[in-house]
């Protein structure tokens, strides 16, 4: 049995590895949140790990030598717990147990002396179980809960009713730039998971970027996306397309002529300014990109993100489709509501059935039940004249060619709704269409083209 001196050295050599990992790694923090604590850690080490996660909070890049200039702590002992190396390094998981444990049972034994004093001070008994209660509650892993009493209730009613009454308040949350969402949704709500689903080259990762680049540029918005498809550099040229009109191809494969340089470096400054966050690339694990988004909302404060997409994403332990599918549903929904943003999910589609071209529906999401019952939104893109179609089946006065039907699924708290933007091919590019009679939500674009 180890004496207690052998294990408080043992578990300075765990705090001392994890704030190793931690300083060398930036993910390894985000994916610990729910069980990290500052507890976990004493001396230099608390006042290193309090600073990062300070510095991680105010969008400061936490390097060794702003940790050593922020916490007061000699460089040199910051570079020598970042470059501990045990020998023998513990999986995360294990660390974070061990370490876990080590401060609980030392908080439970203060606990235990602590009721032995107020009960000998005779203190009331409601005091000493609320004691009890705070310390345990401190103790329990991920965010805790707390209850809701009416009150508070109707009073965050009444402060969502008040600023939806103030000027300018018809869009009540991220706007977007298409006239269908922002009117019909008042924009992006917190919370809300939205799946947009589509067919193959139908345009769902063009229409969230189209809307991201909207938020950002038109309305001054902040957002992110997470794609398990496109690099950061494919990524940033669908944007620089929408700003310059320059196609991506262009930017990506051909050379430009001095014209279009020279129209480049002009009206890519509105870009520039954006606040549009792009993650590098990240494993394809659901763990990783829950990671990401939380840390894109720590540092950035984005509005919203978007995951692109929910088939390239594995999970560990989950091998069957529908498994693995409903464990990525769950946790982007409860991350929404952990965070209070909107996450966008972009999703591919099952098979058509018996091979009949027929527009998607809420039964062609791909092992669609638990994406179904988590989302709050089900939004469609579909082009019929990827199909060979000269109209829209469902409005035969509608050509089909270079326009798009945008329409709900599914839309809880929000019913459902349709729109036929334009789709700019060679930007990549939707937007509302500009002259139409047709009344589902159709108006002038912001966008100047």
Do not use: W
Not at 35 to 58: A, G, H, L, N, P
Not at 303 to 325: L, S
Not at 397 to 420: D, E, M, Q, W
């Amino acid at each position: 049995m180890k004496q207690l001196k052998d294990k408080q050295d043992e578990n300075i050599k765990y705090q001392t590895e994890l704030l190793a990992m931690i300083l060398n790694n930036d993910s390894v923090y985000i994916k610990s949140i729910d069980v990290i604590r500052s507890d976990m850690f004493t001396d230099t080490r608390r006042i290193i790990f309090d600073t990062y996660v300070k510095m991680i909070q105010e969008s400061k890049h936490p390097d060794s030598v702003s940790i050593s200039t922020h916490s007061n702590v000699p460089l040199e002992e910051v570079l020598k717990i970042a470059t501990t190396y045990s020998g023998t390094p513990m999986r995360l998981d294990a660390l974070l147990y061990e370490l876990f444990d080590y401060m609980a049972k030392s908080k439970l034994m203060q606990l235990g002396s602590n009721i032995s004093q107020q009960v000998q001070a005779g203190s009331k008994y409601e005091d000493i179980i609320s004691i009890v209660n705070d310390t345990l509650r401190k103790l329990e892993l991920g965010n805790s809960s707390q209850v809701i009493t009416m009150e508070q209730g109707v009073q965050s009613l009444l402060t969502i009713i008040n600023n939806n009454r103030k000027d300018n308040a018809e869009i009540t949350g991220t706007p977007t730039g298409f006239e269908m969402l922002d009117k019909h949704m008042g924009g992006l709500q917190p919370t809300d998971l939205i799946i947009l689903a589509g067919e193959i080259s139908h345009g769902k990762t063009a229409l969230a970027l189209s809307m991201m680049y909207n938020s950002a540029v038109l309305y001054g918005k902040r957002c992110g996306i997470i794609s398990h498809e496109m690099s950061p550099e494919q990524l940033m040229s669908r944007f620089a397309a929408y700003t310059t009109h320059i196609s991506a191809k262009q930017m990506l494969i051909s050379k430009l002529t001095d014209e279009q340089v020279t129209i480049f470096s002009e009206r890519i400054g509105t870009l520039v300014k954006a606040n549009i966050f792009i993650q590098d690339y990240i494993k394809r694990e659901l763990s990783d990109t829950l990671a990401a988004v939380r840390l894109m909302v720590m540092q950035h404060k984005i509005n919203y993100v978007v995951i692109e997409n929910a088939g390239n994403i594995n999970v560990k332990g989950k091998f069957g489709d529908e498994e693995r599918t409903a464990e990525i549903s769950k946790s982007c929904k409860s991350l929404a509501l952990e965070l209070k943003i909107p996450i966008i999910l972009i999703s591919h589609l099952a098979r058509e059935r018996d091979g009949k071209k027929v527009q998607p529906d809420i039964h062609r999401l791909k092992h669609s039940g638990q994406l179904e019952q988590d989302a709050d939104v089900v939004l469609f893109i579909y082009r019929p004249e990827l199909h060979g179609f000269d109209v829209f089946e469902c409005d035969k006065s509608i050509p089909a060619k270079g326009r798009a039907k945008l329409y709900f699924g599914k839309g809880r708290n929000y019913g459902t709704a349709v729109s036929y933007p334009e789709f700019l091919e060679e930007l990549v590019l939707f937007r509302d269409f500009k002259q139409t009679a047709h009344k589902a939500y159709v108006i002038p674009s912001k966008l100047d083209f």
